[in-house]
């Protein structure tokens, strides 16, 4: 997301608090606009989504707060993620409970957070559990392409190296 490869529009949200808190601006690192996406209201049930254009095996996500001085940033969150747009399962923890990944200490430290169990998704939103003054994030999904795993299991699969033992 950090360099462009993900396009603007691909990035939405359930609300956004002005044109220049956009969900576009919630990109790693981002300092377009005001810095970052930030809710219209910071109540439990916004989100931030990136739509990835097509199957991902996501590992992990990073995390930071709204920049240019505001002091705003979400200190846990959940994620959710979808095939389809339509149909969301949330991250479980160890236990099956949704899991609740901790979130930033101020507005400019990145957080990484990785899966222990990787996923495939197409889409993945984020939903700001707890935050410091108000509901803003910038996010980055870790991972890569299902056909680059595809193409390195066939390749492990066609392999005569013995790579188990």
Same mark, same amino acid.
């Given at each position: 997301m950090e360099y462009g490869a993900i396009p603007d529009g691909s990035i939405t949200a359930s609300s956004y608090y002005?044109? *220049?808190?956009r969900p576009l601006y919630g990109r790693l690192? @981002?300092? $377009? #606009?005001?810095?970052? /996406? &930030?809710?219209?209201?910071?109540?439990?049930g916004q989100w931030l989504q990136v739509d990835l254009g097509e199957m991902k095996r996501v590992t #992990?996500? !990073?995390? =930071? @707060?709204?920049? $240019?001085?505001?002091? =705003? /940033?979400?200190?846990?969150?959940k994620l959710r +993620?979808?095939?389809?747009?339509?149909?969301?399962?949330? +991250?479980? #923890?160890?236990? #099956?409970? *949704?899991?609740?990944?901790?979130?930033? &200490? *101020?507005?400019n430290t990145p957080v990484t957070n990785l899966l222990d169990n990787p996923i495939t998704a197409r889409f993945?939103?984020?939903?700001?559990q707890t935050w410091h003054k108000h509901m803003s994030m910038r996010v980055e999904i870790l991972g890569c392409s299902?056909?680059?795993?595809?193409?390195?299991?066939? /390749?492990?699969?066609?392999?005569?190296?013995? !790579?188990? +033992?």
């Open positions: 002005h044109p *220049d808190l690192n @981002g300092v $377009r #606009g005001h810095g970052s /996406w &930030a809710a219209t209201t910071s109540i439990i #992990g996500t !990073v995390i =930071q @707060g709204r920049n $240019r001085g505001a002091e =705003q /940033w979400v200190t846990s969150y +993620y979808s095939a389809d747009g339509t149909v969301w399962t949330t +991250y479980p #923890g160890s236990d #099956g409970s *949704d899991m609740v990944f901790p979130g930033n &200490a *101020d507005m993945v939103r984020f939903y700001p299902t056909d680059s795993m595809f193409l390195l299991l066939s /390749w492990l699969e066609s392999s005569s190296l013995d !790579v188990f +033992y």
